[in-house]
């Protein structure tokens, strides 16, 4: 069975200080990762995701995450972080075999301090 | 082209009645997935429904119901309300039902049990 796991709950962040927003997978096979951005009330929007190729990828808003197998992480990152990128971030795994489903993370609370 | 809609947004039902939750996805979207999200439990796969036909299916019990209309439109239903069902629905639209489509959100229904 798949499953993410965000080890940290919540992170403050200086506004133009680098961001990093850890992510660890469980999937046996080649997993389809995704990262998306939860504003208070509003749905889930798609930063960027992940299904094979490159390693790096770039998403929108200046984010990027790197896959790394043999971490079976896939870590968001940000050199340089805006206020209005304060929200929840949440990982997510995927797989062929499950259709559309997307096994979620606990996610991430970002704060930006001034 | 719009987004997915979601009606209604805010709902306030007393346990034990049912509730009817309505999801449009965007045009030409084929697939409608369902999440819900409670501060607890996260976001958890509810059930996926490809032309009209269930696809996948999440760890819910059996009073957690949906279907799909021949628009795609999708109602979730759930019936005997529980304290513990009030969470933020999320439904989410994609072309197909490979995980290689991307998938959009809705902004939610907020449902709360009394």
């Known amino acids: 069975a798949q499953s993410v796991t965000q080890p940290d709950i919540h992170i403050t962040v200086s506004e133009g200080a680098s961001l990093e927003l850890r992510c660890n997978y469980s999937y046996g096979a080649t997993p389809y990762l995704f990262w998306y951005v939860q504003s208070p009330g509003q749905g889930l929007q798609l930063l960027l995701k992940y299904f094979s190729g490159d390693t790096l990828v770039q998403g929108i808003k200046g984010f990027e995450a790197e896959f790394k197998r043999s971490q079976s992480s896939f870590n968001l990152r940000k050199p340089s972080v805006h206020w209005s990128d304060a929200a929840e971030y949440f990982c997510a795994v995927g797989a062929r075999e499950y259709g559309n489903k997307l096994v979620f993370g606990a996610g991430t609370i970002l704060r930006v301090k001034s | 082209k719009a987004g997915v809609t979601q009606t209604p947004r805010y709902l306030i039902k007393t346990r034990g009645q049912q509730v009817t939750l309505s999801c449009s996805p965007i045009?030409?979207?084929?697939?409608v997935s369902w999440y819900q999200q409670t501060p607890g439990q996260g976001l958890q796969f509810l059930f996926e429904?490809?032309?009209?036909?269930?696809?996948n299916k999440g760890n819910f019990p059996g009073r957690f119901s949906g279907r799909q209309f021949s628009n795609s439109r999708s109602e979730m239903n759930v019936s005997t309300l529980e304290l513990g069902d009030s969470a933020l629905y999320l439904c989410?639209?994609?072309?197909?039902?490979?995980?290689?489509?991307?998938?959009?959100f809705g902004p939610g229904t907020r449902l709360t049990v009394t």
């Open positions: 989410a639209s994609s072309l197909g039902d490979r995980i290689s489509y991307e998938q959009y």
């Open positions: 429904y490809f032309s009209e036909t269930q696809r």
């Open positions: 045009s030409g979207h084929r697939s």
